[in-house]
């Protein structure tokens, strides 16, 4: 299975991006997926996730209410909408499917990564 994200780049603080995982090889539904985030010199940190069927979400509370995580299983995607982005929110943005858990312990097919740069 290969997951290709995409959607990072630089946007001003207070900007929205929305990024994109495409899952390719397996069939998407299977997998809950997630997004993780690393910066430079950090470590991994979870940033949210949903569910098989998309019915439950979880976020971290650096980003609950600013960031919204969704999924088309007809498209094989699932989608990270931020708004309201602050510099701290600067990373590379990493995709995760997993058939077991959903959250913070998901570590199982994981995309490249996309990086976002907040400029203050």
């Known amino acids: 299975v290969q997951l290709q994200a995409s959607g990072g780049g630089l946007v001003q603080a207070g900007g929205s991006l929305r990024l994109s995982c495409v899952v390719s090889g397996r069939i998407h539904n299977r997998y809950n997926m997630g997004w993780f985030r690393q910066a430079p010199g950090k470590e991994r940190e979870f940033v949210a996730a949903?569910?098989?069927?998309?019915?439950?979400?979880s976020y971290s509370d650096s980003v609950k209410g600013r960031f919204t995580i969704s999924r088309d299983n007809a498209k094989n995607t699932v989608y990270l909408q931020m708004n309201s982005l602050k510099p701290e929110d600067s990373a590379v943005y990493l995709c995760v499917g997993d058939t077991k858990e959903v959250g913070r312990r998901m570590d199982g097919y994981w995309g490249q990564g996309t990086l976002v740069t907040v400029s203050s």
């Open positions: 949903i569910t098989r069927a998309g019915i439950s979400t």
